[in-house]
Every structure is written in C-alpha cells, then in structure tokens.
C-alpha cells in the first residue's frame, strides 16, 4: 500500500516548473501512506514527473521500489494496491522472456504492460490498485482504478498540467493552485454524508471512476475509459442465474470466499484482520483460520455506551475460531480526541460517524500488524442492510395500496412525535424496533405519497432538500434519480443493492476504510468485493440473498459451517458511537462554536436558519438530528482547518 502523487506538464503553460522539486513537495504529503521510502522520476523531455511513498508489504527489497521501469525501459509505473495473482501471471510473463529483478507485483504490472499492453493487463488482474503508467514510446499516461473503487486516484488540469495523486492535499501542493469550491458538492455531501464521485469538494478537481482508466496524449483532452462496468456485470448474472441447488450455492460461495481471502493472506510483513464478530468480518477470519495452522491475529474496539459495543459478540467468535483476539475499549475522551483530526485524516468533507470507530480500531491494530483484512463489501453484495428489507417491504404492499389510505397512514404517523414513536419501541421486542424509530417513521411518512424509488432514496438521505440550506449549491441529480436503472435491473431489491454498489460502497464505505487505514500506514484488504465474487452474487436469484426478512442469506450458510449461528445470529449493529448525546454533552462547546448564526451567515455558505432550528430542537431533546448536524459540523470544521 503506497502513495502515488505526479503531473505532466503537458502545455508548459505552468512557467517550467522545476519537476523533482514540484513533485516532491506533492510526494511528502503522503507520507503516511507510505512511511518506508520515497522516490521521484523525471521525464524532463516530455515535462512528466511521478513520485511514490511506499509502505513495503510484498518484496521488501530495493527491487519492489518504485516508481519503476520495466525491463525493457518503455513503461514506468507509481501504484498504490495490491495484485493477489501476480504469481501466476510471473510464470507466464517468465515463459515470454520477461526478465524480473525481484518477486514484488508492481513488477508483475509493469511487465505485463510491455508485454500484453495496459488494458489487457489490467482485465487480467485481480487486487485494488490505484496507478499511473506512463508510456515513454507512445508518450501516453495512463491513470488507472481498481473495479470496485478500493484505491483512490483524484486528478485535475491546472495551467494545462494534468496533476494527479492518492489524496486531495497532493493536488493542493502544486504550485498555483487556487482553491475553489464546489457548491454543488456541497449540496450532495448534505444529503449522502460524502462528495459522490466524480465530484470533489472543489471545482476542477474530480475522483477517477471506479473500472475506468483515464487516457492522456500530448495534443488531445484526457479520456476516460471503461475497461469494467458494473452493469455489464449485473447482466450477464440476471441473463445467466446459478443453476445448482442451495447447497450447490452455499459450496460455490465458500469455494470463491476461501481463494479470495487466501491470496489476501500474502504478505511479507505481519498481517491480521477487523473482527466485529458480525457476519462478514467473521466470515473472513473464519476462512483466514482455515488457511493457517497458526492463530489469526484479530482486532476488535468496545465501547461502554449502551447500543454501542461490539466486543463481547467478537470475543465470542474469537474464542470459537481460536484466533489471537486483542480488543481495546476506548473511552468517550479517546474517541473524542480523533474529531479535530477528520478533517486531515478525510481530506475533505466526509460525515459518515462510523470514521470515528473506524480509524480507532485501524489505530489499534497497527501497533500490532502491517497489514488487516476487512468484512467490508458483504452487505452490498448480499443485502445485508437493513434499509433493503425494509424498502421491499414498502414495495411488495405499500405500493399497492390506494394514495388516500397511504395519506392517512402519514398523517397517523405523524400524530405522535419522533420522541413518542421511540417510547413505543421502548416496549417492543428489540428485533422490532430499530434505533431512532421515531426518526426513520417520520422519514417513512414524508414519503408515503411517492414511488418505492423515491422511498429508498428518502431514506438514504440526511437533508431531504440539500439546495435550500447551501447557498448557491444545486445538487447534482445521480444515479439514485436514473430512472434508466429500472432497465438496468428488474428487481427492486436488486436494484437498490446495484446502486449502492455504485455509489455508498465507493464513495462512503471504502473512503472511511481507506483513509482511516492509511492515515497510520496500515493496508486494509476486503476480500468480499473480489471482483469475481462480485460476478458470482449476481447470478443469484434473490432469495438467496434476502431470505424471510434474513438479509445475507447464502453468506450466513457460509459461515454456519465454521461458526454456530448462536455467536452470529443477531439484530444487525452499526458501527458507530453516540454522537447524539455527544451534541448535548462533551461536544456542545465544539458544536456551538461551528454552527454558530453569525458565524454561519458571514462565511455565507449555509442558510443559517434552518441549522439553527435544528440544533435548538436537538439540544431540547424534543427530536435527534444528530446526522443532519453532523454533516453541517464536519464541513465547518473540515472549512476551518483547509480554507480558513
């Protein structure tokens, strides 16, 4: 896991700049994705630089170094990721006469592209990867993501310089450029808790797609290519369903599951893995247990809060599967202290709450290992998510009932107060009243009147109407407005799980677990979202997914052979903290002072009323806005730190 920062001047248009030394300055601000060495390379004749922090996992060697030059001398490559079959592309490209120094999978890149070419070699691989390959014969640069949106990659042409790099305050140490922002960015971070690629928080700055490569010549705009799409994906696996029975199911998936998190167990440094004792995370350490006589090293955080902890249900798991568990519980004062470093650690606005166990954990975990395998991508790809049983529901009955009944239900619902609904569920067996009941039956009522797209997309959202709040912001439509998807995918629960692949999983998900991982130089792999595993949940028919109200059906079977349901068979549980009371309590000074209405009216970004009526009603406890807020506060302090 490494840092790749560079840029191809390609106009001369940005007065010469001088290219170490340019490229440098961009290259140290990744030192903490890798912290063990740093390198530059310089095209002086065609003005291209490339610099690379590398964090050594796989050929510790001077020969794993990049940036690098293959054999031949045509290509040089600065990547960050990991490739999980380089091996068996080695022996091919070794029967091609492919001469190799070392034993790292950058070399395996490099030399397949001198032998293969870029997008055959890419199609062949299987890992996360974020790189730029230039090509010194055909003077051509290529930046290139990984299928799923693992690895990041930004980019943006400043004074015709095409500037790219691994995070945001690369592109920020170039030499000229101006800040700007996006409004509309803004907008959509209000509603979605994150920037929706190909949007950054500032104008001109954009997110690589996921799958895409972007194409550069000398005399020609950039181009940006898609060498794997998703939707082709989604496809081909409706076109063509599993075959087999469920137990025919159940074997392939283990059988896929257990080669993906193998190659994910290479490593020359320690490796362990995130351990939340939920279905995911247990199903990738069962696995790694599988593949290794010696014990898996295995993390896990606490916390006190009531609703909040964990720990024990992962110290369960541990225990059965016999792994090395070490778990830490973290105070209210140590999460806490995390706050004032989002906005460095995220690089621009990102609100989903869940950054704050995340990095703690990270944190945690890097006092012991290098490298940590991860659960992430399995609610996606098998419904996990609550919302996808509950959007189903709204449209196997709702949608069948009349507009005046579905009218009434909403003015029913909202005869009682969000503060009253929570009391109702206080009474309810907990496997029928989820947290903030109050809140999500209010969202429910505001909806009542729409189609079930409209409802899921209701409550995948913060602020319902983001532009009313962001002063001169207009939220872009994406693909939760596409009605195109309806072709794209039949199903409705299949769909929304399609969108979300799409957008929460890149831009939300693998965001937090990326920054957060490498913000203490550890290299987090998820195993779940190998891009074949991937293809295989798309050929199933979705009851095996979403099973009797069980969402990650054929997961679950999955693990059943290695764990006892009776360790895993429970409500599901954000990973999260207590934010709402934090508003109230230890956080209100902070809070204050950022949401603050003349404050807010001067830097004249947000409409200050409507913020303020919500903290007021926040801090009365008469409704909990705690997300809402949330948003708000971390933009303010993210503006504070970056554009004071």
């Given amino acids: 896991m490494c840092g790749v920062a560079g840029f191809w001047d390609r106009c ?57 030059v293959s054999s031949c001398g045509r290509f040089v490559i600065s990547y960050n990721g990991e490739v999980y079959n380089a091996d068996e592309l080695r022996s091919e490209l070794v029967l091609r006469h492919r001469r190799f120094r070392g034993h790292s999978d950058t070399e395996v890149i490099v030399e397949g592209c001198a032998a293969w070419g870029v997008q055959l070699t890419v199609e062949r691989l299987i890992g996360m990867f974020a790189m730029a390959l230039w090509d010194r014969q055909e003077r051509v640069l290529y930046l290139i993501r990984d299928r799923l949106g693992i690895k990041p990659m930004y980019w943006a042409e400043f004074n015709g310089a095409l500037v790219f790099g691994s995070e945001l305050k690369t592109l920020r140490a170039f030499p000229g450029w101006q800040p700007e922002l996006d409004r509309d960015a803004i907008a959509a971070l209000m509603r979605f808790t994150y920037v929706p690629g190909p949007l950054t928080i500032y104008r001109k700055i954009r997110k690589l797609p996921p799958g895409t490569m972007l194409v550069a010549r000398a005399s020609a705009a950039p181009e940006i290519r898609a060498y794997w799409t998703l939707g082709q994906v989604a496809r081909e696996g409706q076109r063509d369903r599993f075959g087999g029975d469920e137990a025919a199911a159940v074997d392939a998936l283990d059988g896929l599951l257990g080669d993906a998190v193998r190659r994910r167990m290479v490593a020359d440094v320690p490796l362990g893995a995130f351990l939340s004792g939920g279905i995911d995370s247990s199903t990738v350490v069962a696995l790694m247990q599988k593949h290794t006589a010696r014990p898996v090293r295995t993390f896990s955080i606490g916390f006190k809060e009531a609703g909040f902890d964990e720990a024990p249900h992962a110290k369960a798991v541990a225990n059965h599967l016999g792994t090395d568990h070490t778990e830490l519980y973290v105070s209210a004062e140590h999460a806490l202290e995390v706050i004032p470093r989002l906005p460095d650690i995220y690089d621009e606005p990102f609100a989903d709450p869940s950054q704050i166990p995340t990095f703690l954990v990270s944190e945690m975990t890097r006092q012991h290992v290098t490298v940590a395998l991860s659960g992430d991508g399995g609610d996606e790809l098998f419904a996990g998510y609550n919302r996808y049983i509950q959007a189903r529901n709204f449209h196997g009955h709702l949608d069948r009932l009349p507009h005046a009944l579905r009218s009434a239900a909403a003015g029913a619902i909202q005869a009682l107060s969000p503060a009253a609904w929570n009391g109702v569920g206080r009474l309810l067996p907990a496997r029928l009243s989820p947290p903030q009941l109050g809140d999500k039956l209010w969202k429910l009522a505001g909806v009542l009147g729409g189609p079930s797209d409209d409802y899921y997309r209701a409550i995948v959202s913060h602020w319902q109407e983001p532009d009313a709040i962001v002063r001169g912001g207009r939220e872009p439509k994406g693909l939760l407005w596409d009605q195109s998807q309806r072709r794209e995918v039949d199903d409705f629960g299949e769909r929304l799980q399609y969108v979300d692949t799409l957008t929460y999983l890149p831009d939300d998900i693998l965001v937090k677990v990326d920054r957060a991982s490498m913000a203490v130089s550890l290299e987090a792999r998820v195993p779940i979202i190998d891009h074949r595993i991937v293809a295989f949940s798309w050929t199933l028919p979705p009851a095996l997914k979403l099973r009797g109200g069980t969402g990650k059906w054929l997961l679950r079977k999955v693990l059943d052979r290695y764990v006892p349901k009776a360790l895993t068979d429970r409500p599901k549980m954000g990973f999260g903290v207590p934010i709402d009371a934090w508003l109230r309590g230890p956080l209100r000074g902070w809070a204050e002072a950022l949401l603050e209405e003349k404050r807010l009216a001067r830097e004249g970004v947000f409409d200050p009323r409507p913020i303020r009526k919500k903290w007021q009603e926040h801090l009365s406890g008469s409704r909990n806005w705690q997300y809402r807020l949330w948003d708000v506060l971390i933009f303010q302090a993210w503006k504070e730190r970056w554009l004071p």
């Fill in 12 to 68: 001369a248009n940005s007065g010469r700049l001088p290219l170490a030394d340019t490229v440098r300055s961009m290259n140290e601000t990744l030192v903490h994705r890798g912290p063990d060495a740093g390198a530059l390379w310089c095209d002086e004749a065609a003005r291209l630089a490339l610099g690379h922090r590398r964090l050594s996992i796989i050929d510790l060697s001077v020969a794993g170094a990049q940036p690098m």
